[in-house]
């Protein structure tokens, strides 16, 4: 595996606060990604990151910021949570071109109520 | 767009009996498509990575397959700790998401004694 850690493994928040997660990986890979996964839906990309200070959107970016200041490192902000926010966020990284393989940290539950 | 679908949504077997699971999808061009497992609670563990048609890959009672359209996971006598839900994902050649993943819905498999 990659090493990954999240943090926290679960909250529950009000709506309109602010939330930051945290990814931290210990393999020094390049490419980190933030997935929120919902039943009847398929894991979905939120945002994702080719190198430090380089990230992008994914496909369920609205009310989602990131940052990346150090490799091992990927924050995923909530700036005002709302109850559609409510899921399970898994952090992930991808081992390389040869080992294109993406491991998954544990994940965050997150309630907003 | 890509597209990935997995059937049966959910897999009732008895210990033993052997069977398969199915992921059909649409992609431009296919770069790879993955299977994980994932346990209540759990971030989802990396199974296999099959990138050309015809290619196989097996792990104790798993082996996928992959054609040009679709790819089974074979199950062959299965266990109780086999329970689990098993994800399938494709990455698209031409990603412009970072080699993100764009996973199917999953199929929960129960395993009873």
């Known amino acids: 595996d990659a090493g990954i850690t999240q943090s926290p493994r679960h909250k529950v928040t009000e709506t309109g606060t602010p939330v930051t997660l945290r990814c931290h990986q210990t393999?020094?890979?390049?490419?980190m990604y933030w997935y929120r996964q919902d039943p009847g839906h398929g894991l979905r990309l939120i945002h994702y990151?080719?190198?430090?200070?380089?990230?992008d959107k994914g496909e369920v970016s609205d009310g989602y910021s990131v940052s990346r200041s150090k490799t091992e490192d990927f924050l995923l902000t909530l700036e005002s949570a709302t109850s559609s926010q409510t899921s399970v966020y898994f952090c992930?990284?991808?081992?390389?071109?040869?080992?294109?393989?993406?491991?998954f940290g544990p994940g965050t539950r997150l309630t907003v109520l | 767009e890509d597209q990935v679908t997995q059937s049966p949504e959910a897999l009732r077997l008895q210990e033993g009996e052997s069977s398969s699971l199915n992921c059909s999808y649409t992609?431009?061009?296919?770069?790879?498509l993955f299977w994980y497992r994932q346990d209540p609670g759990k971030g989802p563990e990396f199974l296999f990575t099959?990138?050309?048609a015809g290619e196989e890959k097996e792990k104790e009672r798993l082996k996928a397959t992959l054609t040009k359209k679709e790819s089974f996971l074979h199950i062959t006598a299965p266990k109780p700790e086999d329970s689990a839900t098993y994800l399938c994902?494709?990455?698209?050649?031409?990603?412009?998401?970072?080699?993100?993943?764009?996973f199917g819905k999953g199929t929960s498999l129960l395993v009873t004694p």
């Open positions: 099959l990138y050309s």
């Open positions: 990151s080719y190198g430090v200070k380089d990230t």
């Open positions: 992930a990284a991808r081992g390389g071109a040869v080992r294109n393989e993406q491991f």
């Open positions: 992609v431009s061009g296919l770069r790879g």
């Open positions: 994902a494709v990455q698209a050649e031409d990603s412009n998401s970072g080699y993100a993943l764009n």
């Open positions: 393999e020094n890979h390049r490419y």
